[in-house]
């Protein structure tokens, strides 16, 4: 066919110098309509998808060529089928290219690598097949069959490798779609051959890089704000419950019984004796940082932070002081936390969230503690090299995105 094509096209321009001819798009359509005509009485087939000016051409040794239209050239060639390809059907964005053909097999072919990246067998061979201008659905026609087949993109809803197959590869052959309802032990899964394994990124990707978590944005980012989140959302006017009288009147010692019009005020002088922390329990948080000390383990402490809201996080943080039911090694050991999530860079954001709020909160008690004040100096440390590491990886993507909009390709 492609030899049929360039001769006709050089009889229209009526020149002999065939590699010095100017092809132009109005001949090339001319020839296609001719082409379509003549379709039904040749042995190849051709076709040329909308969006662009490429053209899929069947050869008669079962190979399958794309010609650019613009610039008369072959860009791309298929070989892989064993018998006549029956016909050709381009993707809606013009990225694949699915062959039928007498071989009874249907192949797709990726255009921007040039390689097969599906292939089934079926028990009939393909006379025709077609496309969704969607590209979600596949329908084909096959020999001795009135029917027609329709096929689902499953590409469009489960993870599909696309690795290009091999060149010995043997594709497997699959059942016909049908109405009927399966049959207890005939139902076969349509996918096999395909690799359906689903891809489980690693929890980090290299040493050199920061991983950020997978929270929402409004887990972390108002933490500091809280406080004038909850007075802004707080009542104008709180609602007036009005005075109780008391059951029993107080009266004042004498050799008369008066009734007191007023309580007497407690002396300033007198403080409670009972430190309010000693009668709080232990946080969630702060009993698995504790755990944490004899284990060394920090997995559990930062899946229980990441569990939490905001405001239950607040809560949590401000029960590790001593006035909440917390201690001072907890603190600590909270800190040696936060040292352990920068010094992997695993949640960074979320540990950069978290610590500005333990400051905010505890700024007066670590200020006291001799420990945690070396143990923020350590902090400092890594923190500022981490920051450094995150700036240098920063400038070195932005002069490689300068240097792409500026060079001319």
Not at 33 to 44: H, P, T
Not at 313 to 333: F, I, V
Request: with cysteine.
């Amino acid at each position: 066919m492609f030899e049929w094509l360039n001769r006709d096209i050089w009889k229209k321009r009526g020149k002999e110098d065939k590699e010095k001819q100017e092809w132009k798009r109005d001949d090339m359509l001319d020839v296609v309509k001719q082409m379509k005509a003549k379709k039904k009485r040749d042995r190849s087939g051709y076709l040329e998808p909308e969006p662009n000016s490429m053209l899929a051409v069947a050869q008669d040794d079962f190979s399958v060529i794309v010609i650019d239209a613009d610039t008369r050239k072959v860009v791309r060639t298929y070989k892989g089928h064993t018998n006549r390809v029956t016909d050709m059907s381009f993707s809606s964005d013009g990225r694949w290219l699915i062959t039928g053909s007498m071989d009874s097999t249907v192949r797709t072919w990726d255009m921007p690598t040039a390689r097969l990246i599906d292939c089934f067998l079926l028990d009939f061979a393909v006379t025709s097949l077609s496309m969704s201008p969607t590209s979600d659905f596949l329908v084909t026609t096959h020999v001795d069959d009135l029917g027609v087949y329709l096929w689902s993109n499953i590409t469009l809803f489960s993870h599909v490798s696309l690795h290009p197959l091999p060149t010995n590869y043997k594709p497997q052959l699959l059942k016909m779609p049908g109405s009927a309802k399966a049959q207890d032990g005939d139902a076969e899964d349509v996918t096999e051959g395909h690799d359906m394994s689903e891809f489980k990124s690693p929890e980090r990707l290299s040493n050199e890089l920061i991983t950020l978590s997978l929270l929402p944005e409004s887990r972390w980012l108002n933490l500091l704000n809280l406080d004038v989140i909850k007075k802004r959302n707080k009542p104008k006017e709180s609602l007036k419950v009005p005075k109780a009288a008391p059951f029993f009147l107080p009266t004042i010692p004498g050799l008369q019984p008066k009734f007191s019009s007023e309580t007497d005020d407690l002396s300033p002088n007198m403080k409670s004796m009972v430190l309010k922390g000693q009668l709080l329990p232990l946080s969630d948080v702060g009993v698995l940082l504790q755990g944490s000390m004899d284990s060394g383990k920090f997995g559990p402490v930062l899946s229980r932070l990441k569990e939490l809201g905001p405001s239950s996080l607040d809560a949590e943080l401000r029960a590790l002081s001593p006035d909440g039911g917390g201690s001072p090694p907890l603190m600590l050991q909270f800190l040696k936390l936060i040292g352990h999530i920068v010094d992997t860079g695993i949640d960074f954001e979320l540990a950069q969230a978290h610590l500005s709020l333990f400051l905010k909160i505890h700024g007066d008690v670590i200020a006291h503690q001799p420990e945690l004040v070396q143990e923020l100096k350590t902090l400092s440390v890594s923190q500022t090299l981490s920051w450094r590491t995150l700036q240098d990886l920063f400038n070195q993507s932005l002069c490689l995105v300068t240097y792409l909009r500026s060079t001319a390709l």
